[in-house]
């Protein structure tokens, strides 16, 4: 029962453009999630992160965007650029409730920036 | 500003075989634990500690033990390798325990049992 779902595996931009990656969760109970990104052979960084109380977040060229009635949310790259070529991962976390367990990830979106 | 720490990067077991991975933080950070990466399975939660003396269960717990009797290091013993466990495993670590507190990953340890 996968609770945090990334359903593009891949997905291929040009430069310059909007990069937009989707994430769906099915647990109610989660009120914090991130994007993490990792590139080959690194650990995963964090990239952003946004509360349940809040819709959107934004730093610099990354936006998150939360819509909790529809369990979704997205991350905006503006513009695209190579270096943003990455495997970037979901995650989410039942933050009131500790978080202890751990964050939920997705399976990953490997998303290509076309030169 | 070394962050967190794994060793070995590489490793090669035979089935039945055991070894340990290490991971390091100096970060003084409360909470660690241990992921590991699969193809198409994204990162599953294996064991995590949320302090000096203390370890839980995460998702994917069977074959691997862990200990935490210092707060800088965290880790995780294979005691009879299988194949199955051949993937990726990431040590990360964050400040404080709530799911709010960002994870600092280590650069991953390749593990192939054979």
């Known amino acids: 029962d996968q609770q945090v779902k990334q359903n593009s595996p891949s997905l291929s931009v040009q430069e310059g453009r909007i990069s937009i990656l989707n994430c769906d969760y099915t647990?109610?109970?989660?009120?914090?999630f991130l994007w993490y990104k990792k590139y080959p052979a690194e650990g995963p960084t964090f990239l952003i992160s946004?509360?349940?109380?809040?819709d959107k977040n934004e730093d610099g060229r990354f936006t998150v965007f939360l819509n909790k009635s529809a369990k979704h949310l997205s991350l905006h790259i503006v513009p695209s650029q190579p270096g943003d070529s990455a495997v970037y991962f979901c995650?989410?976390?039942?933050?009131?409730?500790?978080?202890?367990?751990?964050?939920?990830f997705g399976k990953g979106t490997h998303l290509i920036i076309q030169p | 500003n070394a962050g967190v720490t794994q060793t070995p990067k590489f490793q090669v077991l035979k089935t039945g075989q055991s070894m340990t991975l290490q991971c390091a933080q100096d970060?003084?950070?409360?909470?660690m634990s241990w992921y590991r990466q699969d193809p198409g399975m994204g990162l599953r939660l294996i064991h995590y500690?949320?302090?000096?003396?203390?370890?839980d269960q995460g998702e994917v717990p069977n074959g691997y033990n862990v200990s935490r009797s210092t707060t800088e290091d965290f880790p995780l013993r294979l005691l009879s390798a299988a194949p199955s466990q051949t993937s990726v495993y990431f040590c990360?670590?964050?400040?404080?325990?709530?799911?709010?507190?960002?994870?600092?990953f280590g650069a991953g340890s390749r593990l192939t049992v054979l």
């Open positions: 990360a670590s964050s400040r404080g325990v709530s799911g709010a507190n960002v994870l600092t």
């Open positions: 995650a989410a976390s039942a933050d009131s409730g500790g978080g202890a367990d751990g964050l939920t």
């Open positions: 946004i509360s349940s109380i809040k």
């Open positions: 647990n109610s109970m989660f009120d914090y």
């Open positions: 970060m003084n950070h409360e909470y």
């Open positions: 500690s949320v302090g000096a003396g203390i370890t």
